[in-house]
């Protein structure tokens, strides 16, 4: 295992994801540790970005697992199909043998990572969303790097050890022997600075006066008080995106006189677009 | 050297998992350390695991690397470190195991003096490692060129150079607002009180279980077999008294709105009242106290099950609390007082929390310390931030 490591190059961003020199650091470090990332911070801060990022940089394959909040950790491993092994016993037209178990085993997305004949980017999506347990029956997945099937009394080894990002948009910790686990990192919101460059790399003609006006009015609508969920990067993009089809838009006259069109691209959420359309005509 | 700085972050209350102190042994011994910066930033990957937590090890980075001179570490420095983390390591040999790449039939070998023996010479081993190329630190001349950074009296920090970079990095302090709990916001109030749900399972057996029928059809060979459960659905409930009266709790309204919205929409049987400083003989069920009073003696008839939440800051005159005629509210008298009527609550409700807006620091030294006291001893307190609501829905889910 040690080897295929050392065979990677080491992880220098991508052209469309604008990558922090601190941050590119801790994922190297990560890599040759052999150890899970976990990223924190809030949503639109480029979390999920950045495991796509490593994956393209690193010329690996990217697999993504969502954690839903009902999910069961073994989900995330594999899954025996049942429903189809019941149709083939009753109906029995298909090739498979139904009396051999293991071909109704489906790899999860965990298990798919551990079965590739290749090195793989693993995300973790969103940890958060799930119980505990959940992530406590992980954490032992991952320190083992295998896991048993228990209906064919298999153990799944790792082939290659995949790199492992785990993103958490909670502001709550996780538990403390998760958390000893991996590293850990915070991304914190972009500063204005950092998102010219963001705005830059996404809209590569942007006009300096327009990248002005809209990072200066996108800020000063993040301070809009009481919004459950503050407008992000990924608001902003669109924003801008919708913006720049619109003829009639100018930017010299973007804020004034309450002028901030399409709000509902970076306020989602009704209760928040009211509070939105309050403070900017207050 | 970075030893002492180890023991210091632990000493200022940050949780550091013990096993974070040999895993940045292993980075530094990868060659992925190469300069102050890097040390820097491996380090609180490594160590650090709340952003919470960033602002200090920022400060206490400065003023520890501020014109130091960057040293190996002794070997008694090293043997000190390992006696006084071995119990910790040992605590989960997995990880010991799986950090130091060990065999585990001969971890299992070794007796405690040898085990320490053998981490020393790990430490400061000066041969290459089986994965080659890279050794522990403690090589001293030795080291790779990569190591430069560290050599004895190579470099001093804070001087010109890599090193004081990082402690310009720390001095600015990027993290200072991560570094307090602050207001709790609506989202991280639905995030915990979500967990004081709990669904049971009552009523008819008549919801099926499609996964348990499919696989216990399969498991009979395909003869079908269908299994019910019984439905599920949330019978917890709950009751929310609020202090909305007096200037004491007009810094918290918003707080408190915000409680009582999430609460509403999370829970289908909630009730919610109000009282101003303490409840007595009468609670309200509208907000202004006027037109809906309901005798706090009727509670006795409730579901004893009911969790009982009372929000309110708990500061008040000493008779406030204590005096039979206690109440301050014009025209409203009665012949027991605060501390009896609360008393009459724990009672009848067994599972019940008191949300202190205030936080938990200011309980001692606020004006209200000794009615806040008095309250402890009959509810139990905990604070409206994150954790102080996450450790009440605990103690209210909680079966007695």
Known sequence: ?????????????????????????IVNITIALEMPLLLKGEPGTGKTLLAHA??????????????????????????????????????????????????????GKIGQAFVSDAKVVLLIDEIDKADTDFQDDLLDVLDQMSFDIMEIDKTIKAKHRPIVIITSNAKKDLSDPFLGRCNFHHIAFPNQEMMHSIVAAHFPEIEKNVANAVI???????????????????????????????????????????????LGVLFKKSADLEQAKAYINH | ?????????????????????????????????????????????????SEKYFDLYDRMFAHYFEGVEFKNPSDEELEEAIRSMLLEWLKNPKELIDILGLDPEQFKKYTAEELIKYLLERLKEQNERHDGGSRWIGTGGTSPVGHSGYHPGGMRVGGSGGG???IKVAMERRWKEYAYDGPIDSSQMAEALKRLRHLTPTGPM???????????????????????????????????????????????????RTLFMYANSNFKDLKTYYFHNCVYDRVYAD????????????????????RLIIVGDGSMAPYELGADDGNIEYGEYQSRS??????????????????????????????????????????????????????AVKHLVKKQ
């Not at chain 2, 096993?19 to 650090?48: C, P, W």
């Not at chain 2, 059809?217 to 909305?244: A, C, F, Q, W």
């Not at chain 2, 001692?364 to 996450?390: C, N, Q, R, V, W």
């Open chain 2, 164 to 166: 004081g970079m990082a």
């Open chain 2, 338 to 391: 605060g501390h009896w009527w609360l008393q009459f609550l724990a009672r009848t409700f067994p599972h019940a929390a008191w949300l202190n807006p205030k936080t938990k620091d200011y309980w001692e030294i606020t004006a209200g310390a000794y009615t806040i006291s008095k309250i402890m001893e009959i509810f139990p307190m905990f604070d409206l931030t994150l954790e102080g609501l996450d450790s």
């Open chain 2, 1 to 49: 050297m970075f030893i002492p700085f180890f023991y210091e972050l632990r000493a200022l209350g940050i949780p550091i998992p013990p096993t974070a102190f040999l895993r940045l042994q292993k980075a530094l011994n990868l060659g992925m350390v190469n300069s102050m910066e890097d040390f820097y930033i491996a380090a609180r990957a490594i160590m650090i695991k």
């Open chain 2, 287 to 306: 907000p202004p106290r006027q037109t809906k009073p309901m005798k706090t003696i009727d509670f006795s008839r409730f579901d004893p099950e009911t």
């Open chain 1, 1 to 25: 295992m040690m080897k295929d490591v050392k065979n990677l190059k080491e992880f220098e961003g991508t052209e469309s994801y604008v990558l922090d020199p601190e941050l590119r650091k």
């Open chain 1, 54 to 107: 490593i994956a393209q940089d690193l010329g690996l394959s990217l697999i993504v697992l969502n954690v839903k909040s009902n999910m069961k950790a073994v989900e995330s491993l594999y899954q025996y199909d049942t429903l189809t092994r019941l149709n083939d016993a009753r109906f029995g037209d298909s090739k498979r043998n139904v009396k051999n178990i293991e071909e109704y085993i489906r790899m």
């Open chain 2, 206 to 256: 008549d919801e099926l279980n499609i996964d348990e029928t499919i696989y216990q059809t399969v498991r009979n060979g395909g003869e079908i077999d269908i299994i019910y459960d019984r439905r599920l659905k949330d019978k917890l409930k709950v009751i929310l008294m609020m202090d909305n009266g007096g200037w004491s709790m007009d810094p918290y309204i918003e707080v408190c």
């Open chain 1, 216 to 262: 200066n009015t996108f800020y000063s609508l993040r301070k809009v008080p009481n919004v459950e969920k503050k407008p992000s990067t990924r608001e902003l993009i669109n924003w801008i995106r919708a913006l720049n089809n619109d003829p009639k838009f100018k930017a010299s006259q973007l804020g004034k006189d309450g002028n901030v069109p399409y």
